[in-house]
């Protein structure tokens, strides 16, 4: 059974910085595609970015575009969400989300299309 972990989760003013990070407990977590998704009160689940194997093919909803990173560091199993310039929309529970890709073909794009999830981290940024 796949564990992921996601802890970095905190209390923020508006233009601050957080950096998420999900941390998975399998030896092949090289092969996985990662993808962080939010849920803000209220609201539907949204994807916010996913990352390939290599970390070489990223996606970025258009609400955090230019403000959040993904990265990995597969040596460590993780990966990491870099949060800059934060705003009070961003406010939500941050979840990681795991699938194993035998081959290195892209991400994907919608929570259905993830076997493995956090248990969520939650982000505050107040005004």
């Known amino acids: 059974q796949v564990q992921l972990v996601e802890s970095g989760g905190g209390l923020v003013q508006a233009g601050g910085s957080l950096r998420l990070s999900c941390t998975a407990s399998?030896?092949?977590?090289?092969?996985?595609?990662i993808g962080w998704f939010r849920r803000a009160p209220g609201k539907e689940r949204e994807l916010v970015g996913t990352?390939?194997?290599?970390?070489?093919?990223?996606y970025y909803s258009d609400s955090v575009k230019g403000r959040f990173t993904i990265t990995r560091d597969n040596a460590k199993n993780t990966v990491y969400l870099q949060m800059n310039s934060l705003k009070p929309e961003d406010t939500a529970v941050y979840s990681c989300?795991?699938?194993?890709?035998?081959?290195?073909?892209?991400?994907?794009?919608?929570?259905?299309?993830?076997?493995?999830w956090g248990q969520g981290t939650q982000v505050t940024v107040s005004s």
């Open positions: 399998v030896v092949t977590f090289s092969r996985y595609v």
């Open positions: 990352l390939n194997w290599s970390g070489g093919s990223t």
């Open positions: 989300a795991g699938r194993y890709s035998p081959y290195d073909i892209g991400t994907y794009y919608t929570a259905e299309e993830y076997d493995y």
